[in-house]
């Protein structure tokens, strides 16, 4: 309806620059256009260099052989290092309660953190290992 309420509907032009569906729908399909780089090459998947792929493939190994590596230095370190938790003589040497807490030594006027494997006595605390690495 319009203004004057006579029930006449007003029939609007399209914007300018704008086609109507059924002018659409006459136009001829074009095919669809690629977008290019600059170089004129296609954007989109391009294909990798086989010369990547064995680049990425070598880097790949080499990464998953170091830390293979790290691994079992681990595990070998551990293999060695855990059994002295339980054996008799290095729980007696070095019980795991003095590792940790300051100890009175023979030639000490009071308790101390000492790391000396190879005085006599041995003296064993971490305290000292934490603290030099620290440094």
Do not use: C
Not at 70 to 94: M, N, Q, S, T, Y
Request: net charge negative; charged share 25%.
């Amino acid at each position: 309806m319009n203004a004057e309420g006579d029930g006449a509907v007003e029939l609007t032009a399209p914007a300018p620059g704008r086609t109507t569906e059924e002018e659409r729908a006459a136009e001829p399909e074009r095919p669809a256009r690629r977008a290019t780089s600059p170089g004129g090459r296609p954007f989109g998947r391009v294909r990798t260099p086989l010369w990547h792929k064995l680049a990425e493939r070598a880097i790949a190994v080499m990464a998953m052989a170091a830390i293979a590596a790290v691994a079992l230095i681990f595990v070998f370190i551990g293999r060695e290092a855990f059994p002295l938790l339980w054996e008799e003589d290095a729980v007696h040497e070095a019980p795991i309660g003095t590792l940790f807490a300051p100890e009175e030594w023979r030639g000490y006027d009071e308790p101390v953190y000492v790391w000396q494997p190879v005085g006599s006595p041995p003296k064993y605390n971490v305290v000292p290992l934490f603290v030099g690495t620290l440094k």
